[in-house]
T-cell receptor, first 115, second 113 residues
Framework: AQSVAQPEDQVNVAEGNPLTVKCTYS??????LFWYVQYPNRGLQFLLK??????LVKGSYGFEAEFNKSQTSFHLKKPSALVSDSALYFC?????????????FGPGTRLSVLP | EAQVTQNPRYLITVTGKKLTVTCSQN?????MSWYRQDPGLGLRQIYY???????DKGDVPEGYKVSRKEKRNFPLILESPSPNQTSLYFC????????????FGPGTRLTVL
């Protein structure tokens, strides 16, 4: 069975500092990995995904994520945080080797960027 | 504009009164899905559909039904709602590959009294 863990409910960072939102996953096959962001009273918006190839994936709004197969992690990063990055972030996984398997989302991490 | 729409956006109902939440997408996507979002639990998948007339259970299908008679529509049906189905519901769609990115609707906040 697939699962996603986001070990931090809340991450606080000062504006201009680098940010990291952690995600670890478990899947029986090889993973497709995703990050989504949810702003208040909005649906989820796609940020980036790892399919294959380079372990460092670049996405929207200056975000990037690094796939680490040995640590089964897919941490989201940004070199310099903005106040407008404050939102709820979700990591998700899908099993690449089992077509038709459903998506599994993590519980979410609330990011607060302090001015 | 490419989008996923849901109706209604807000609904307050009573236990046992059947309801349907509609979901429609205009992107010709094969994949559609329903999620519920609850505090501390993130998003949990209720049902998904890989194509017309093909539906599968997600992680929390109990108490819900879906149908996929047309490619663009994927309604969520609660035959006999209960208070534990009070939640924020999201519909999503994606192109027909296993690596698809999902596009989410704006959400439906349901309260069952």
């Amino acid at each position: 069975a697939q699962s996603v863990a986001q070990p931090e409910d809340q991450v606080n960072v000062a504006e201009g500092n680098p940010l990291t939102v952690k995600c670890t996953y478990s899947v029986s096959g090889n993973p497709y990995l995703f990050w989504y962001v949810q702003y208040p009273n909005r649906g989820l918006q796609f940020l980036l995904k790892y399919i294959t190839g380079d372990n460092l994936v670049k996405g929207s709004y200056g975000f990037e994520a690094e796939f680490n197969k040995s640590q089964t992690s897919f941490h989201l990063k940004k070199p310099s945080a903005l106040v407008s990055d404050s939102a709820l972030y979700f990591c998700a996984v899908r099993d690449r080797d089992n077509y038709g398997q459903n998506f599994v989302f993590g519980p979410g991490t609330r990011l607060s960027v302090l001015p | 504009e490419a989008q996923v729409t849901q109706n209604p956006r807000y609904l307050i109902t009573v236990t046992g009164k059947k309801l349907t939440v509609t979901c429609s997408q205009n992107m010709n996507h094969e994949y559609m899905s329903w999620y519920r979002q609850d505090p501390g639990l993130g998003l949990r998948q209720i049902y998904y559909s890989m194509n017309v007339e093909v539906t599968d259970k997600g992680d929390v299908p109990e108490g819900y039904k879906v149908s996929r008679k047309e490619k663009r529509n994927f309604p969520l049906i609660l035959e006999s709602p209960s208070p534990n189905q009070t939640s924020l519901y999201f519909c999503a769609s994606g192109p027909g590959s296993n690596s698809n990115t999902q596009y989410f609707g704006p959400g439906t906040r349901l309260t069952v009294l």
